[in-house]
């Protein structure tokens, strides 16, 4: 319990100078409740029926003509004294029900608590509860009463953990607080760059590898354009100079895409946060991303070169990319204690979509990954640097000079990647296959890996041929 519940009368109006039109944001909701209800003893049916000199039943009665004002609390109801004398004086007129959605356990060890669920994952507090639902994605939701007594069960949007779905609980009922009492919230101003600030440190470092990538995009170009100004003044129409301007400096459309796509989600949190009242990014329209994907696959030949042009640790690590599929982080980071010799697969973990996967490790990996554990066997990295025994941190200049010395142009590292999902398309393999294989969530994202080149066209063309042939035959 509270230790504002051990304090005196006199203590409990500290806002007595207030009404409860003055209640600012700042101030604590647990305030407002005390200012409401703490300072009064509030009536019980029984209670009220002796005060007034009438039946019990006559006191419900009155409540569901909507004659008594009453506060609901779980199944039971409760009456401020006030709230009669003044009904008294008014002769009897019709009252309106004060609340509904304050919790009974904020003022009452009895009462009914919100419903909780069979998993140990619902979490109820004086407002409502919060829990987490057994999806894939682990949604956290809200479970709470609105101002006209309405239960509402919606999901936290930005909630990665327990305690951002509380506050995002916390966020919900005292708007309904200040909804039924009038109250207009006067808010702190927050520009930009403080809310850039609060994005990096409370959401990017806590939930996405990548974090350092969105502080550089932000503190590079989004800061020196936005600056301090306030999140009301960053409209549709601003953002959209911002991508006008980043495109004339040479970025590509996706580039500016990944930017749009970090304000999004900056706006969004601040919603959930209380700091911003709408996302202008969301009237946005993203760049068409199909003319800047690029359809870079090495063909055999340019294998053969490239892996005799490499040097010896760099080969392979290139064979590893080329009959995986796995992204440059997995590979220099992949640990002998993830590969399975005997059972021939290896295990993919911290991986972009967070999800474990297995790969089985075909003849040619096989007897690679051989020559590699009878070199680097000590190390429990597969690939480690001889220098430092570390995993390599990076291996962009040696590949550009491996590519460099076999006469190949434009290619990624990634788009061996690319390579290895298309190679396995040409064989036959079916996209779940290449979907599972790649770890991504939906085919829709696996078919952008998947290239039909040249010939394959030409093949598919021709099958129309050969069906007209059959038919004329026959």
């Not at 909701?29 to 009438?54: C, H, M, N, Q, T």
């Not at 509860?129 to 894939?136: F, I, L, P």
């Not at 202008?280 to 068409?288: A, E, R």
Request: proline share 3%.
């Amino acid at each position: 319990m509270p230790d504002f519940w051990g304090k005196t009368e006199k203590s409990l109006f500290f806002h007595s100078s207030h009404s409860p039109n003055h209640f600012t944001h700042d101030e604590k909701f647990s305030d407002l409740i005390i200012y409401i209800y703490a300072v009064e003893k509030l009536l019980s049916v029984k209670e009220l029926s002796e005060r007034l000199g009438v039946h019990e039943s006559t006191i419900y009665r009155r409540c569901a003509r909507g004659l008594l004002s009453y506060v609901k609390i779980g199944r039971s109801i409760r009456f401020r004294p006030k709230d009669i004398e003044d009904w008294l004086e008014q002769g009897g007129r019709k009252a309106v029900l004060l609340t509904k959605f304050i919790s009974p356990h904020i003022y009452s060890s009895g009462g009914v608590e919100m419903p909780r669920g069979k998993s140990r994952t619902r979490l109820s507090s004086a407002y409502g509860s919060v829990y987490q639902r057994k999806t894939k994605t682990g949604h956290w939701t809200i479970d709470y009463y609105d101002a006209s007594g309405k239960r509402i069960q919606r999901v936290a949007k930005c909630a990665q953990t327990r305690q951002e779905a509380m506050i995002a609980l916390h966020n919900a009922v005292r708007k309904e607080f200040f909804k039924s009492q009038g109250i207009k919230e006067e808010k702190r101003p927050v520009c930009f760059e403080e809310l850039a600030d609060l994005y990096v440190e409370n959401y990017a470092k806590l939930n996405k590898e990548s974090w350092k990538d969105d502080m550089y995009r932000i503190e590079a170009h989004m800061k020196p354009f936005f600056g301090d100004l306030e999140l009301h003044n960053v409209t549709p129409l601003l953002i959209e100079k911002y991508r006008a301007k980043r495109l004339k400096k040479g970025v590509s459309k996706s580039t500016v895409n990944r930017e749009a796509s970090i304000m999004k989600k900056m706006f969004n949190l601040a919603i959930d946060w209380n700091v911003a009242e709408e996302n202008p990014v969301q009237k946005v329209k993203l760049f068409s991303e199909k003319d800047t994907m690029k359809e870079r696959i090495l063909t055999e030949k340019e294998e053969a070169v490239l892996l005799a042009r490499s040097s010896c640790y760099l080969k392979s690590i290139l064979i590893t990319a080329l009959n995986t599929g796995m992204r440059r982080g997995e590979i220099l980071n992949l640990k002998w204690s993830q590969v399975n010799m005997e059972k021939r697969c290896l295990r993919v973990e911290q991986t972009k979509s967070g999800k474990n996967r297995m790969i089985p490790i075909n003849g040619y990996l096989y007897r690679e990954l051989l020559k590699v554990k009878s070199l680097n066997g000590k190390s429990e990295y597969v690939f480690p640097n001889p220098k430092t025994g570390r995993p390599f941190t990076e291996v962009k200049k040696s590949f550009k000079n491996a590519c460099k010395r076999a006469g190949i142009h434009d290619l990624r590292f990634h788009d061996l990647r690319h390579t290895f999902a298309t190679r396995l398309i040409e064989s036959g393999v079916d996209l779940i296959t290449v979907r599972d294989l790649l770890g991504h969530f939906s085919v829709r994202v696996t078919q952008r890996y998947t290239h039909s080149n040249q010939n394959q066209k030409k093949e598919a063309v021709e099958l129309l041929v050969r069906r007209v042939r059959k038919e004329a035959k026959n």
